[in-house]
T-cell receptor
Framework: AQSVTQLGSHVSVSEGALVLLRCNYS??????LFWYVQYPNQGLQLLLK??????LVKGINGFEAEFKKSETSFHLTKPSAHMSDAAEYFCAVSDHNYGQNFVFGPGTRLSVLP | DAGVIQSPRHEVTEMGQEVTLRCKPI?????LFWYRQTMMRGLELLIY????????DSGMPEDRFSAKMPNASFSTLKIQPSEPRDSAVYFC????????????FGPGTRLTVL
């Protein structure tokens, strides 16, 4: 069965500092991996996804993530945090054995300090 | 594109009342998902449809919950009778059929059952 863990339910960084949000998954087959962002009182918005090909994936708002099969990880990074990055971030996994059923991680709340 | 449309955005009702949440998916998408989000349980998949047919309803908490998709452009999630523990934000999402296609989320319906 698929599962997703996100280390740290709450991460705080200073404005301009590196953002690193961790995601590890379990899947019996090569997975498809997604990062979503949720701003307060809004729905989830796709940041980026990995399906096949290049393992370093670039997304919107300067975020990127790297798929590391050996570590079963898909960590999200951004070189320099902005105040507007404060939000909840969700990692999700799917694979063709489970149809379109996404499994979402528990989420990580990112705070950006001035 | 208008995106996924949900109504109402907010609903306050009393215990025992029937509640109906509505969703219009993105035109052309053939898969639709209903999620529930709470602080305690995070984001939970309730049910998903493919080509208007329910594929997986294992996440529906109990018989008080029912979902329909009478056509490709409309779905409802009904709770009857509602209970205070049903208070949550309910999201609808749609996608093109495939496990590697991202889901597009609506803005959600915040339900409060008194």
């Amino acid at each position: 069965a698929q599962s997703v863990t996100q280390l740290g339910s709450h991460v705080s960084v200073s404005e301009g500092a590196l953002v690193l949000l961790r995601c590890n998954y379990s899947s019996s087959v090569p997975p498809y991996l997604f990062w979503y962002v949720q701003y307060p009182n809004q729905g989830l918005q796709l940041l980026l996804k990995y399906t096949t090909g290049a393992t370093l994936v670039k997304g919107i708002n300067g975020f990127e993530a790297e798929f590391k099969k050996s570590e079963t990880s898909f960590h999200l990074t951004k070189p320099s945090a902005h105040m507007s990055d404060a939000a909840e971030y969700f990692c999700a996994v799917s694979d063709h054995n489970y149809g379109q059923n996404f499994v979402f991680g528990p989420g990580t709340r990112l705070s950006v300090l001035p | 594109d208008a995106g996924v449309i949900q109504s109402p955005r907010h609903e306050v009702t009393e215990m025992g009342q029937e509640v109906t949440l509505r969703c219009k998916p993105i035109s052309g998408h053939n898969s639709l998902f209903w999620y529930r989000q709470t602080m305690m349980r995070g984001l939970e998949l309730l049910i998903y449809f493919n080509n208007n047919v329910p594929i997986d309803d294992s996440g529906m908490p109990e018989d008080r919950f029912s979902a329909k998709m009478p056509n490709a452009s409309f779905s409802t999630l009904k709770i009857q009778p509602s209970e205070p523990r049903d208070s949550a934000v309910y999201f609808c999402a749609s996608s093109l059929e495939s496990s590697y296609n991202e889901q597009f989320f609506g803005p959600g319906t915040r339900l409060t059952v008194l």
